[in-house]
């Protein structure tokens, strides 16, 4: 048996990077996956690569997160196609990265909207039918620039500081009705964007308008390399199986030691 055989599994953000690698280890695991992203297209040609990877049904869910509605219509969905969830992992985020003087009203609200609002409508979505079962994991996507600072982060620090802080709270509040919550806090991950920008595409350095290239952060961090999308991914699937039911309120570093306690 398969660790997350017979479970639902709903991933926000979904449609590639992070979020995709994660529902691709957790279709490997044996759970039925629903996709969530903002962005609806490709998401039934991804449903079916995840069928092929191991997932018993998958479907794809278009929406703003940010907004309560948009939670909502995918926790209806969800219940409509399986009739509960198991696990959530909270991965809508990305954030406007640039220095903070150099951001406005506009794209401040944004960075908080993707990272921080769409983790908490969806926990608030998602909560009620784990409490009637007793049982559910919640895994929030977090970001380790919120201990060690990093260039133009600030903005997006702000919001990622809050995924932190809802982590322990509901970790605290939910516990004793069999739900747990934590989170993976990834540094420097190599995803198709940060590839880019070790390349020195322009088009990407200036979509991040980064002051220091990602090089410099290589060198700060002991393994000097970034991490991988399937080790993000497989720290989230150990954390929705039952062998972590003590592990709780927890915001766990992949991060190649960059930061350390």
């Known amino acids: 048996?398969?660790?997350?055989?017979?479970?639902?599994?709903?991933?926000?953000?979904?449609?590639?990077?992070?979020?995709?690698?994660?529902?691709?280890?957790?279709?490997?695991?044996?759970?039925?996956?629903?996709?969530?992203?903002?962005?609806?297209?490709?998401?039934?040609?991804l449903c079916g690569q995840l069928k092929g990877k191991g997932a018993p049904d998958a479907i794809g869910v278009t929406g703003d997160l940010s907004r309560e509605e948009g939670a909502s219509a995918l926790l209806e969905?969800?219940?409509?196609?399986?009739?509960?969830?198991?696990?959530?992992?909270?991965?809508?985020?990305?954030?406007?990265?640039?220095p903070f003087l150099d951001h406005t009203p506009e794209t401040l609200r944004a960075t908080i909207d993707r990272n921080l609002w769409t983790t908490l409508w969806c926990c608030r979505a998602f909560l009620p039918p784990m409490l009637e079962r007793k049982r559910g994991r919640i895994?929030?996507?977090?970001?380790?620039?919120?201990?060690?600072?990093?260039?133009?982060?600030?903005?997006?620090?702000?919001?990622?500081?809050?995924?932190?802080?809802?982590?322990?709270?509901?970790?605290f509040e939910f516990g004793k009705h069999g739900i747990t919550v934590n989170a993976v806090s990834p540094g420097g991950v190599m995803t198709p964007d940060l590839r880019k920008l070790m390349e020195a595409d322009p088009e990407t350095e200036k979509k991040y308008a980064l002051?220091?290239?990602?090089?410099?952060?290589?060198?700060?961090?002991?393994?000097?390399r970034f991490a991988e999308m399937h080790e993000v991914a497989a720290l989230v699937a150990f954390l929705a199986t039952d062998d972590a039911g003590a592990i709780n309120g927890q915001v766990y570093s992949v991060n190649g030691g960059q930061w350390m306690l």
Do not use: Q
């Open 1 to 45: 048996m398969a660790n997350l055989e017979e479970r639902v599994a709903v991933v926000t953000g979904s449609a590639g990077g992070i979020g995709l690698a994660i529902a691709e280890r957790l279709a490997a695991e044996g759970a039925s996956i629903v996709l969530s992203d903002v962005n609806g297209e490709g998401l039934d040609a």
């Open 77 to 98: 969905a969800t219940l409509g196609r399986f009739g509960k969830v198991d696990i959530l992992v909270n991965n809508a985020g990305g954030g406007i990265i640039r």
């Open 139 to 171: 895994i929030n996507i977090s970001a380790d620039s919120v201990h060690t600072g990093t260039f133009s982060h600030a903005g997006y620090n702000a919001a990622k500081g809050g995924v932190n802080g809802l982590t322990t709270g509901l970790a």
């Open 211 to 224: 002051k220091v290239h990602p090089r410099v952060v290589l060198e700060t961090i002991p393994t000097r």
